[in-house]
């Protein structure tokens, strides 16, 4: 039986076990992210979504991953200094993991399954390398920053494309709705 988004065993950064259980009845914006990554700067953009809508249950969570051309290439200890030191982050972040292929992590296995294909912006590029990809491949993460937003109830709600920026009217659109929903 596979397990529950809840109940999947994870690693905070700093080695501490943890599970998205502790962050139940929130919603959720899970983001693989990496340090030497043209998209790296949305970072802070992650960190003003979830400043500004933390008291409202919003939980922005960063996941560590080196599955694109070797883009965070550093120990748990690095990232994390990165990410503080660079961007302010404060939002929690895990362990480096897989997001793809053979070795993906059981979270990313299930967050891919729920939402087998992420929203692209019509006709851009990405989209269209998506579209070209083999059916067996289009479920894998695309690239670093994707993101998966989580409603209260645990559900995958919708999941986005890298291209959109955390601050883009899509995303901040998608994250309100579901904060008003109890």
């Known amino acids: 039986m596979v397990p529950r988004l809840s ?33 790296t700067p949305q970072y802070e953009g992650l960190e003003s979504l979830y400043r500004k809508h933390a008291a409202d249950g919003l939980v922005v969570l960063g996941f560590p991953a080196n599955d694109f051309k070797g883009q ?10 990165f990410c503080r030191s660079t961007y302010g ?9 897989s997001v793809r292929g053979a070795d993906k992590h059981p979270l990313y296995r299930e967050l891919t399954h729920a939402k087998p294909v992420p929203t692209f912006r019509m006709e851009s590029a990405a989209s269209k390398r998506h579209a070209a990809l083999p059916q067996d491949q289009q479920a894998e993460v695309t690239w670093n920053f994707e993101k998966f937003l989580i409603g209260r109830s645990g559900e995958v709600v919708d ?24």
């Open 7 to 39: 109940e999947i065993p994870l690693q905070r950064i700093d080695g501490a076990p943890a599970t998205l259980a502790e962050y139940a009845g929130k919603v959720l914006l899970v983001v693989n992210v990496a340090s030497k990554c043209g998209l």
């Open 89 to 97: 982050v404060d939002f929690p972040m895990f362990a480096k993991l």
């Open 159 to 182: 999941r986005f494309a890298p291209e959109f920026d955390p601050q883009s009217p899509e995303i901040v659109a998608a994250v309100e709705r579901e904060l008003v929903k109890r």
């Open 72 to 81: 965070e290439p550093g120990s748990n200890e690095e990232v994390e200094a």
